[in-house]
């Protein structure tokens, strides 16, 4: 299985590497990394990822994975970068995304008349790109599986492990990885926080909400 990462300028770095590391551990992975040159991309944290191809010498992807963050706004807005989703989707066995990556797949296309999932605060967005909203961790629809926000990205990649290999491997794996979440606080999704981390955590992303709108809606007018 060849499996192709699309990487760009602020991505969240867990949607890329929480997938990555379940992803890489498939029987016969070859990981490609893709970004629109081989300089380092930054991330929304201190980390910084080094493309292993640009988008012209990118071998053919049987899976290919798009991550979300901030940086989506403008990666939407990318000729280079639509055009690179919508020929590797064409071939590939697998279309996902994690996070806000799904609207770079709805950017170039991919989502209409699917259902999928996001972040909870894009969670309506979605049907902007002809989609149909799932309250999920992870959707499948056909070829394509989305993830929701961030952390939703590993069970999604072992959803996607299983889909690959089976169960005996995925949870093989998931042995491998100790993934056995525990969290401290049942807080991780809008009907389980209390209202006011709902209220600071919808503050914090009003402004981001509203620049991400007029980026889909510039998006969407070019394809």
Known sequence: MNITFLLFPNLTQLDFTGPLQ????????????????IAPVPTDSVLTLNPTHDFDDCPPTGLLCIPGGFGVDDA??????????????ARA??????????????????????????????????RKVGATPVSARVVRDGNLFTGGGV???????????????????AKAIQLGLEYDPAPP???GSPDKAAPEALSSQKARYAPRIEAFRGALAQ???QT
Request: charged share 15%; aromatic share 8%; glycine share 8%.
């Open 22 to 37: 379940v992803l890489s551990r498939l029987p016969g992975a070859q990981v490609a990394l893709a970004a629109k040159t």
């Open 76 to 89: 939407m807005l990318d000729a280079a970068t639509i055009a690179f989703v919508k020929r590797e989707a």
């Open 93 to 126: 066995k697998y279309v996902t995304s994690v996070c806000t990556g799904a609207f770079i797949l709805g950017a170039a296309g991919l989502l209409a008349g699917k259902q999928a999932t996001t972040h909870w605060a894009y969670h309506d967005e979605l």
């Open 151 to 169: 952390t939703a990205g590993i069970d999604f990649a072992f959803t996607l492990t299983a889909e690959i290999a089976g169960e005996d491997v």
């Open 185 to 187: 606080f049942h807080a």
């Open 219 to 221: 998006a969407l007018k």
